[in-house]
């Protein structure tokens, strides 16, 4: 079924009861929705640059209107959305411009007026589409820009969980919609997730700023744990084993103790920050019984094993010296 149509359908469903915030999806405002729609859409892809840029500065008021509303805008929607922006940044010519429309489009994630599942729709969208539209595509060989767009919406997604107290309920929902993209056993863009691998974390540590707990870490961290054991890519394995794994040890007081370094934080366009980022505080024990429930329960080739083994390993020396 063609996206407008599976869009009108659900519409046309939930014009047929009242809506949870009182507002009625009546015919009438579906066809206002709509054409609000394409508009966008077609401004988004047209010639004029100085329209494309108006129209990405009208869209976090549509979006509040959005989170007001009864039109259950999915996110499929946003996709289509996502294409017309990743198109209007990809058209800039002046780096200044570019830098702006990133920005800009990082901090719609927080438009939704409070609507926290669209705001993770507008995400988990962009992630898909940003895959997509660089599948293939190796870390060295991913514009600058891209980069810098997926550091700013992760900063700016995390803070909407910061705000909800790092609900365990949010937390979870954003870990099952990254299945479709980052998680995904059979992943499209190599550059885009190991670049995702490498940043979550040091993205986590600079929101959180110390007010997180090693429990609320962990519902972010079990993720990719389970991913060590299901991603048959090597190549991103070991970009997880090192950028998260790793380093989440490596970030601990024991770990700086050891290695007598600060951690540097990178921003494409800016360069290397010599920032100091606040401790995650991790708990051993969250890791130690994921994995050996692996172990325990699923089959491993002996490579596959002994990798998860050096891991426990790891974890109980950790354990151990703390």
């Known amino acids: 079924m063609e996206p407008h149509k599976t869009l009108i359908k659900r519409l046309a469903e939930a014009a047929t009861s009242d809506s949870d915030r009182g507002e009625r999806a009546t015919p009438a405002k579906v066809a206002k929705f709509l054409s609000q729609e394409a508009n966008i859409i077609q401004c988004l892809f047209g010639e ?44 800039s010519e002046k780096p200044q411009d570019r830098e702006e429309l990133v920005e800009q489009a990082a901090q719609m994630v927080d438009s939704f007026g409070g609507n926290t599942t669209l705001s993770l729709a507008y995400f988990s969208a962009f992630m898909r589409t940003t895959s997509e539209e660089h ?89 990719f744990v389970k991913y060590m054991a299901t991603q048959k890519d090597g190549q991103l394995l070991n970009q997880c084993r090192a950028k998260v794994l790793y380093y989440l040890l490596y970030q601990s007081d024991l770990g700086r103790k050891s290695l007598k370094k600060k951690i540097i934080s990178p921003d494409p366009l800016v360069g290397k920050v010599d920032w100091k ?17 692996l172990l325990s329960t699923s089959k491993f080739n002996p490579r596959r094993r002994k990798s998860l083994c050096n891991l426990i390993q790891l974890y109980e020396t950790y354990k151990s010296a703390n």
């Open 277 to 293: 980022l606040s401790v995650l505080p991790v708990n051993p024990d969250y890791v130690l019984d994921e994995l050996n429930n």
């Open 48 to 91: 004029n640059t100085s329209k494309r840029m108006h129209q990405v500065r009208q869209l976090p008021a549509w979006f509040t209107l959005l989170g007001k509303s009864s039109y259950p805008y999915a996110e499929e929607d946003f996709m289509r959305i996502w294409k017309g922006l990743l198109h209007t940044i990809r058209m």
């Open 135 to 223: 599948s293939g595509v190796k870390l060295k060989r991913l514009d600058k820009w891209v980069l810098m767009l997926v550091r700013r919406m992760l900063r700016h997604v995390l803070r909407v969980f910061k705000r909800t107290k790092w609900s365990a309920e949010l937390i979870g929902a954003f870990n099952k919609s990254m299945q479709k993209s980052v998680f995904s056993e059979k992943p499209k863009s190599h550059g885009l997730i190991v670049h995702y691998l490498s940043i979550f974390f040091e993205e986590l540590a600079k929101e959180a700023n110390g007010d997180i707990t090693a429990a609320q870490v962990s519902t972010f961290l079990l993720p």
